[in-house]
């Protein structure tokens, strides 16, 4: 390599560790003060709900949009409702509209802490950010059609459970008769039954429609790009997506799709609403976004086809809806046993998700039998180092040929210094001597780019990595270390980001926790094992780069850091054992040697 590739090399590397920490500054710092604001707001929304899952007297009101919100409490209150019980789900089903728009998912909660309000999923209209699933018939020219403002009648069952499914009437006065009976599972799935009995004197055309709307998103949604969130569907086997920025700047020709069965939703990180038509029905499904009283309304929806329904006739339409946490398993027996294609693809595995999906199988498969996320990850890295044993072995084997070559190298430096074109000739003869390829030292690297990244979108997108344990003070593999050096490692009772200026410092690329710094500690080992650049300033560079990569690597993931340390502990394992064989100078037998006053053996 000569002085103007390294020079290429050092300036690469320096840009690329400036624009890290500026994003972590400018963007990475505010979204997570916005997600946190977000998050102390949906706790005292959730506090104030009392017994979302009691249906409260009938009061008055009206569900228009309006710039000032009442309260998520006056929004549910503003309709007579039936509640919703089943072990995953509480919450209840707006009569007026006959909505499903009140949910709260039983084995989530906002923190870490068990007492924690539970995640809201769904929020009547009127309150802000709502979100809610919506059910009916379109016809031209068909009067008493219901709408959002029409009271249903409940006339069986008393709370929607498993097995327990409650049934809707509407009768609109001019010989159309509306039956909707609603079912629910022990998870996420409901199932809509909607029949029109024709007993007037006039034949009528109805198009059954669905829609899933939000009104409103809140501040910490579509602000990152690792993870989708917004509009969803797969349409003819064909995932479509569409996350809220684009969706809003293409507000004026909403995409529309032509579907055979298929779903089309609306997801967040982790939870999803998603309508799906009965199987083989041709819909035709839209992504729309419409402005209403200052709000802007994220509309996903499908029309069926158009039914005729003759005097004395009845139809019927079944939908499902799907609302709830996307937990990958859960996911796939939906579209095993109820025939929903691709419905796992409401995961943001990424466009690497040939590395991506096997990566969280191999986890969960080790979850499924140690119980824990953390241990499955040591056991994912030692399998990933067992796969590339071999290529890593003769790399290693090369690196330690070239760290023992290095004094020779120096000399043939030293005397061809005027002359780089004999010296970079004299160098790769040396190299052919002794059988050392110089590249093969970037395989280790290359081999784990794609793991790297892998496991970073696994701990980011799935949920089962959320709030997930592994020992100790570590709750939740997929946030930072929540303890560091500037709170004496939880000694002291205190959060850094809370102090002035220096906050977003010491909650980001200075947040120093205990794994961290054995991250920094293994990198600073395994380079200090490699053998030593050609160039001095480039010696330099490579030697502070486990100290920039500590401040890089602070503010990701505490997963993902235990992954790279672990790994880093492989790493140089192997190659101290090859070293060793090759009787090559190393690190580890000198630190041995100058705290037992022993000479390093060779």
């Known amino acids: 390599m000569n002085n103007e590739s390294n020079r290429n090399t050092i300036v690469f590397i320096i840009c690329a ?121 379109a016809g031209a020219n068909v009067p008493g059609l219901p709408g959002p403002q029409t009271v249903w009648t409940l006339s069986q069952g008393a709370t929607l459970a498993p097995n327990r ?139 069926g086809p158009t039914q005729p329904i003759a005097p004395g006739a009845t139809v019927t339409q079944t939908t499902r809806l799907f609302a709830g946490a996307k937990t990958v398993p859960l996911l796939k027996d939906y579209a095993k046993t109820q025939g929903v ?46 796969l590339f044993f071999p290529l890593a072995n003769k790399s290693y084997e090369s690196m330690s040929k070239m760290k023992k070559l290095s004094g020779p190298m120096e000399e043939l430096r030293a005397k061809y210094k005027d002359d780089p074109a004999k010296q970079q000739q004299e160098i790769m003869a040396l190299y052919q001597r002794e059988k050392v390829n110089p590249f093969m030292g970037c395989l280790p690297l290359l081999i784990q780019i794609p793991v790297f990244y892998s496991l970073y979108k696994v701990l980011t997108v799935t949920i089962e990595m959320r709030h997930a344990p592994f020992f100790g003070w570590i709750q939740d593999l997929s946030s930072r270390d929540p303890i560091s050096i500037w709170n004496l490692f939880g000694l002291i009772p205190y959060d850094p980001a809370s102090i002035p200026l220096l906050g977003s410092f010491l909650n980001g690329p200075l947040h120093l926790g205990p794994w961290v710094i054995l991250y920094g500690a293994s990198m600073w080992l395994t380079t200090a094992m490699n053998p030593p650049a050609p160039d001095p300033t480039q010696q330099r560079i490579f030697q502070l780069m486990p100290i920039m990569f500590t401040f890089i690597m602070a503010p990701f993931a505490v997963g993902l850091i235990i992954y790279w340390t672990w790994n880093n502990v492989l790493s140089i394992l192997q190659q101290y054992v090859i070293m060793h064989r090759l009787k090559v100078d190393n690190p580890i037998d000198n630190i041995i040697a100058r705290l037992t006053g022993k000479k390093a053996a060779t």
């Open 165 to 303: 499914p409650i049934t809707l009437t509407y009768d609109n006065g001019q010989g159309l008769v509306f039956t909707r009976n609603i079912a629910v599972d022990d998870k996420f799935m409901f199932t809509v039954t909607d029949q029109v009995r024709n007993a007037g004197g006039q034949a009528v055309t109805l198009a059954p429609y669905a829609s899933v709307q939000r009104q409103g998103i809140p501040a910490d949604l579509g602000k990152t790009q690792i993870v989708h969130e917004g509009a969803i569907g797969v349409f003819d086997g064909k995932l479509q997506q569409e996350k809220y920025k684009e969706w809003k700047k293409e507000a004026a020709t909403p995409k529309t799709f032509d579907s055979t069965g298929g779903w089309v939703g609306i997801t967040d990180k982790f939870w999803l609403a998603a309508l799906i038509p009965a199987n083989g029905e041709k819909v035709k499904t839209q992504f729309r976004v419409t402005e209403a009283g200052g709000v802007d309304v994220y509309d996903t929806n499908f029309v």
């Open 341 to 386: 294609d691709r419905l796992d693809d409401a995961v943001d595995w990424g466009m690497f998700w040939f590395f991506t999906r096997p990566i969280f199988l191999l986890l969960d498969f080790f979850f499924q039998h140690v119980g824990n996320f953390g241990v499955a990850i040591l056991l994912l890295t030692v399998t990933v180092k067992l």
């Open 17 to 137: 560790v400036v624009i890290l920490i500026g994003y972590q500054m400018f963007v990475l710092e505010p979204q997570t003060k916005r997600k946190q604001a977000e998050l102390r707001a949906q706790q005292a929304a959730a506090a104030s709900t009392a017994q979302p899952g009691q249906a409260p007297a009938i009061a008055g009101g009206s569900t228009t949009i309006a710039p000032l919100k009442p309260t998520r409490e006056a929004a549910r209150a503003a309709s007579p409702r039936v509640p919703v019980a089943t072990p995953s789900l509480t919450g209840s089903i707006s009569l007026r509209g006959a909505r499903i728009d009140d949910l709260f998912m039983n084995r989530y909660r906002l923190t870490v802490d068990p007492k924690s309000p539970p995640v809201e999923l769904l929020r009547p209209e009127g309150a802000e950010h709502a979100w809610f699933a919506d059910f009916g018939w």
